[in-house]
């Protein structure tokens, strides 16, 4: 039986191969077994496929996901990492992990969160007014754009548990700013870069008591909690965002969902989905029966056949700001509901049905919807919107006064897609690929015909493939671009079931590649990529050469700031100072050791040690980390970082290198000496 497939099957290696065996690639190296032309490699490979029972699909999908080793992979893809609160950055086609970059959470690898000055900074900044935080669960990422590109500068994230927003910086993979959002409490997917990177947009997922600060019971509901949708003004030095020059608009207490930005067409508009328009809070708990009053939340905020799409006019609330017609509201200037109506930047569409995903065409052009409970893909027309606001072409307002402009007016399509439609990317050639989370499957089908090529009838269902399973985001390489590329999709799939070994009870997340076969074939599933840590969102995914990452920092950085950290030192310049209780060191590390390399101190004293890696060799990481102290860094070659403490607990701690830095790496190590206080030694 297997003998069937071997004639094809070496028909095909050759023709894939060819080139390279062609180039001599292969060399002398095939062990005597060839003739020189490929053939004893392609019997090489007949027979592995015939041990391993690999079929020729199974064959060419290895080839087409593999990546020889030393070489680079043509994308990389960054992923939000879930309640993990990090994000992954994974090499595509090959699918692997490369890096994971700590962003609300601490993470003790990068040395976030334990003691170093960078990391305890920036965590800091995310903490809500007299809160600390310590996780969260990263939702959306969005890379930067320039003319609507990923241009490889910073990539923003936010917190669905606390509505913050990360900040990473491309150049070192770092996160380096994390802020909490005045007047948002949480958000999901409404997160996105506006296409010059002017603007990262979050809005908020539930409502919360309006004015911030302030209790409100949910009888109040309607009256007293609002969301808020908050343009976040980046500095276009650093990638930073500047609260000062951000505004936001006040929204009616729908819970505002996902979202993405104009581009083209539509450049200078935002759009965000809602679901419970209804204004369900759930249902109450009566004590005395032991049972709930009224509907939960999942049938109350499903009960309308529509909720609303929001349409924010940005270009033009950026200048209500500049004529001054806002108010401020939790330190951030607010445009209110009532001024955004009279200003004509706010508008409604009524989407079908529990909506969730909103996916902007790469022209700019088709809106394209999903409702959850719909089986369609429901399209709107960003012309036929700007008909139908310039002709008031409304069938009414909702209860806060928001013009709802007329469904059928500015409606291009709606295409039935299957069960459970989420989210919806797209290619070069028309096509959009819808997640169906129910069906456990992508469809495919045509936008209009002004941007669909190959033949294909608008508006249609023209492929579709099952995913396993329970797939949630999906993303196309530059997918969300002005220029999206029609090779690849990754589907994230929430369960595996039984894909992998059995690991249970709980089986991990799966990302599943397929071959888009230029936007033109049929899809094809190329591999399976189990994530071992969950749970991630969404992706985008980006070319790997608009990568800006640097190779070495400048001697002496302060990771933070980029710029020479104030403490740098350089080999011969270690020091120690006492000034009373305050004990402050100047030590450098590099292979393989720490100077100085005792460190004594008096139990209570304040301790400051400024560390500096004084390798210029790329990946020549230093750690420090001091037993009982909760204290661990990673210094990169050519690193600063401070750590202050308090040396409360007497005794002798050993420090080491936590990086395998070296043949002598384990005696990359030292002593922090914290002699008893007279008083405690004057009891013994
Ligand atoms: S949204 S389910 Cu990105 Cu689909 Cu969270
Ligand atoms: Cu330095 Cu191990």
């Given at each position: 039986?297997?003998?069937?497939?071997?004639?094809?099957?070496?028909?095909?290696?050759?023709?894939?191969?060819?080139?390279?065996?062609?180039?001599?690639?292969?060399?002398?190296?095939?062990?005597?077994?060839?003739?020189?032309?490929?053939?004893?490699?392609?019997?090489?490979?007949?027979?592995?496929?015939?041990?391993?029972?690999?079929?020729?699909?199974?064959?060419?999908?290895?080839?087409?996901?593999f990546?020889?080793?030393?070489?680079?992979?043509d994308?990389?893809?960054?992923?939000?990492?879930?309640?993990?609160?990090?994000?992954?950055?994974?090499?595509?086609?090959?699918?692997?992990?490369?890096?994971?970059i700590?962003?609300?959470?601490?993470?003790p690898?990068?040395?976030?969160?334990?003691?170093?000055?960078?990391?305890?900074?920036v965590?800091?900044?995310?903490?809500?007014?007299?809160?600390?935080?310590?996780?969260?669960?990263?939702?959306?990422?969005?890379?930067s754009?320039?003319?609507?590109?990923?241009?490889?500068?910073?990539?923003?994230?936010n917190?669905?548990?606390?509505?913050?927003?990360?900040?990473?910086?491309l150049?070192?993979?770092?996160?380096?700013?994390?802020?909490?959002?005045?007047?948002?409490?949480?958000?999901?997917?409404g997160?996105?870069?506006?296409?010059?990177?002017?603007?990262?947009?979050?809005?908020?997922?539930?409502?919360?008591?309006?004015?911030?600060?302030?209790?409100?019971?949910?009888?109040?509901?309607a009256?007293?909690?609002?969301?808020?949708?908050?343009?976040?003004?980046?500095?276009?030095?650093?990638?930073?965002?500047?609260?000062?020059?951000?505004?936001?608009?006040?929204?009616?207490?729908?819970?505002?969902?996902?979202?993405?930005?104009?581009?083209?067409?539509?450049?200078?508009?935002?759009?965000?989905?809602?679901?419970?328009?209804?204004?369900?809070?759930?249902?109450?708990?009566?004590?005395?029966l032991?049972?709930?009053?009224?509907?939960?939340?999942?049938?109350?905020?499903?009960?309308?056949?529509?909720?609303?799409l929001?349409?924010?006019?940005?270009?033009?609330?950026?200048?209500?700001?500049?004529?001054?017609?806002?108010?401020?509201?939790?330190g951030?200037?607010?445009?209110?509901?009532?001024?955004?109506?009279?200003?004509?930047?706010?508008?409604?569409?009524?989407?079908?049905?529990?909506?969730?995903?909103?996916?902007?065409?790469?022209?700019?052009?088709?809106?394209?919807?999903?409702?959850?409970?719909d089986?369609?893909?429901?399209?709107?027309?960003?012309?036929?919107?700007?008909?139908?606001?310039?002709?008031?072409?409304?069938?009414?307002?909702?209860?806060?006064?928001?013009?709802?402009?007329?469904?059928?007016?500015?409606?291009?399509?709606?295409?039935?897609?299957?069960?459970?439609?989420?989210?919806?990317?797209?290619?070069?050639?028309?096509?959009?690929?819808?997640?169906?989370?129910?069906?456990?499957?992508?469809?495919?089908?045509?936008?209009?015909?002004?941007?669909?090529?190959?033949?294909?009838a608008?508006f249609?269902?023209?492929?579709?493939?099952?995913?396993?399973?329970?797939?949630?985001?999906?993303?196309?390489?530059?997918?969300?671009?002005?220029?999206?590329?029609?090779?690849?999709?990754?589907?994230?799939?929430?369960?595996?079931?039984?894909r992998?070994a059995?690991?249970?009870?709980?089986?991990?997340?799966?990302?599943?590649?397929?071959?888009?076969?230029?936007?033109?074939?049929?899809?094809?599933?190329?591999?399976?990529?189990?994530?071992?840590?969950?749970?991630p969102?969404?992706?985008?995914?980006?070319?790997?050469?608009?990568?800006?990452?640097?190779?070495?920092?400048?001697?002496?950085?302060?990771?933070?700031?980029?710029?020479?950290?104030?403490?740098?030192?350089?080999?011969?310049?270690?020091?120690?100072?006492?000034d009373?209780?305050?004990?402050?060191?100047?030590?450098?590390?590099?292979?393989?050791?720490?100077?100085?390399?005792?460190?004594?101190v008096?139990?209570?004293?304040?301790?400051?040690?400024?560390?500096t890696?004084?390798?210029?060799?790329?990946?020549?990481?230093?750690?420090?980390?001091?037993?009982?102290y909760?204290i661990q860094?990673?210094?990169?070659?050519?690193?600063?970082?401070?750590?202050?403490?308090?040396?409360?607990?007497s005794?002798?701690?050993?420090?080491?290198?936590t990086?395998?830095?070296?043949?002598?790496?384990?005696?990359?190590?030292?002593?922090?000496?914290?002699?008893?206080?007279?008083?405690?030694?004057?009891?013994?």
């Open positions: 039986m297997k003998r069937q497939y071997l004639v094809p099957l070496l028909a095909l290696l050759v023709l894939v191969l060819g080139g390279v065996f062609a180039a001599g690639a292969c060399g002398d190296d095939d062990g005597g077994n060839g003739d020189g032309n490929g053939n004893g490699v392609s019997s090489d490979l007949d027979d592995i496929a015939a041990a391993r029972g690999l079929t020729p699909e199974d064959m060419k999908h290895a080839l087409q996901q990546v020889p080793p030393g070489e680079y992979d994308y990389v893809m960054f992923a939000s990492g879930g309640h993990s609160g990090q994000v992954f950055v994974i090499g595509m086609p090959s699918m692997r992990i490369l890096k994971v700590a962003a609300f959470t601490p993470e690898w990068q040395g976030y969160g334990y003691g170093a000055d960078w990391g305890d900074t965590l800091a900044g995310g903490n809500p007014e007299g809160v600390e935080l310590t996780w969260g669960d990263t939702h959306h990422p969005a890379l754009e320039t003319a609507g590109d990923y241009d490889g500068r910073w990539l923003y994230v917190d669905r548990a606390n509505g913050r927003v990360a900040m990473v910086d150049q070192d993979m770092r996160t380096k700013q994390v802020l909490a959002i005045p007047n948002i409490q949480t958000s999901h997917g997160l996105f870069v506006t296409p010059d990177s002017e603007y990262a947009m979050i809005t908020s997922k539930f409502p919360m008591p309006w004015p911030p600060g302030t209790y409100a019971g949910s009888d109040e509901y009256d007293v909690y609002r969301g808020a949708s908050a343009w976040l003004k980046i500095d276009q030095t650093n990638g930073r965002i500047n609260m000062d020059e951000s505004f936001q608009l006040e929204l009616p207490p729908y819970t505002q969902d996902l979202a993405d930005a104009g581009k083209l067409v539509s450049a200078g508009w935002g759009f965000f989905g809602s679901f419970n328009t209804e204004l369900s809070v759930g249902a109450d708990f009566d004590e005395a032991s049972e709930p009053i009224g509907d939960p939340m999942e049938a109350g905020a499903s009960r309308n056949n529509f909720d609303y929001h349409l924010i006019n940005w270009k033009a609330a950026e200048q209500l700001i500049a004529d001054g017609k806002y108010e401020m509201i939790g951030q200037r607010v445009i209110r509901i009532e001024t955004a109506v009279e200003e004509g930047i706010l508008y409604l569409i009524p989407e079908p049905k529990s909506p969730h995903g909103i996916d902007v065409s790469p022209t700019g052009r088709y809106l394209v919807v999903s409702g959850k409970l089986p369609h893909v429901t399209i709107f027309d960003f012309e036929k919107v700007e008909a139908a606001i310039a002709a008031e072409d409304f069938e009414g307002f909702d209860d806060y006064g928001i013009p709802i402009l007329n469904y059928d007016s500015v409606l291009a399509a709606q295409v039935e897609v299957g069960a459970g439609p989420l989210h919806t990317q797209f290619d070069s050639k028309g096509h959009g690929y819808t997640s169906l989370f129910l069906e456990s499957a992508v469809a495919k089908f045509t936008l209009g015909d002004d941007v669909v090529t190959g033949g294909e608008p249609e269902l023209v492929d579709k493939i099952s995913v396993h399973y329970n797939i949630g985001h999906l993303a196309t390489a530059e997918g969300d671009t002005v220029t999206p590329d029609d090779n690849y999709l990754v589907a994230l799939n929430k369960w595996s079931i039984d992998f059995p690991i249970g009870p709980l089986h991990p997340q799966n990302f599943q590649l397929i071959d888009l076969v230029d936007g033109e074939g049929p899809m094809d599933l190329i591999a399976d990529m189990p994530i071992g840590i969950g749970e969102h969404y992706v985008q995914i980006m070319k790997a050469d608009k990568l800006s990452a640097l190779e070495l920092y400048a001697a002496g950085t302060d990771a933070l700031t980029m710029d020479t950290h104030p403490e740098a030192i350089d080999a011969g310049e270690e020091k120690v100072e006492r009373g209780n305050n004990v402050t060191v100047w030590m450098t590390a590099v292979r393989s050791h720490f100077t100085p390399d005792i460190v004594r008096k139990e209570g004293d304040n301790v400051t040690l400024h560390i890696n004084i390798e210029q060799t790329r990946d020549a990481t230093h750690g420090f980390a001091i037993a009982h909760n860094a990673s210094l990169e070659p050519g690193e600063v970082a401070t750590f202050e403490f308090v040396a409360d607990k005794g002798a701690y050993n420090f080491y290198c990086e395998f830095c070296s043949a002598l790496h384990l005696e990359m190590a030292g002593w922090f000496l914290v002699e008893p206080s007279d008083a405690v030694a004057a009891l013994d």
